[in-house]
């Protein structure tokens, strides 16, 4: 039997939340090994101008960054082990929240034009 797609339960605004951390994580900008290993720290939130921001080579609508300054969506992350939060400064991303697989990546993150 395949893997059941968004096993938690994530609704949208947590689901496009954690696909921009996974994203973060991944960037040396915002981002550093932490001391638990195999968590990530995400250290640096960044914050739209206009209608979008970047992320990395990406750029990010403003809208499906929302869950970003939203305590709720990091509660809920955090809840399920996904993040440990410190909002809204930065967060830990754990391994399960690594390999989480959203499905959105294609669909929030745009390469830059500019």
Same mark, same amino acid.
């Given at each position: 039997?395949?893997?059941?797609?968004?096993?938690?339960?994530?609704?949208? &605004?947590?689901?496009?939340?954690?696909?921009?951390?996974? !994203?973060?994580?991944? =960037?040396?900008?915002?981002s550093? *090994? %932490?001391?638990?290993?195999?968590?990530?720290?995400?250290?640096?939130?960044?914050?739209?101008?206009?209608?979008?921001?970047?992320?990395?080579?990406n750029?990010?609508?403003?809208?499906?960054?929302s869950? &970003?300054g939203?305590?709720s969506?990091?509660?809920a992350? !955090?809840r399920?082990? =996904?993040?440990?939060?410190?909002? *809204? %400064?930065?967060?830990?991303?754990?391994?399960?929240?690594?390999?989480?697989?959203?499905?959105?990546?294609?669909?929030?993150?745009?390469?830059?034009?500019?």
């Open positions: 039997m395949p893997p059941r797609k968004n096993p938690l339960n994530l609704n949208p &605004l947590q689901l496009r939340t954690l696909t921009l951390l996974q !994203e973060l994580a991944r =960037l040396a900008d915002f550093r *090994p %932490a001391d638990e290993p195999g968590h990530i720290l995400i250290g640096r939130i960044p914050h739209p101008h206009g209608d979008h921001f970047h992320v990395g080579p750029v990010v609508a403003a809208r499906d960054a869950g &970003l939203n305590p969506a990091w509660a992350l !955090e399920k082990g =996904l993040i440990k939060s410190m909002f *809204p %400064a930065a967060c830990l991303l754990t391994p399960d929240g690594q390999a989480y697989d959203t499905g959105l990546a294609d669909e929030i993150l745009h390469k830059a034009q500019h």
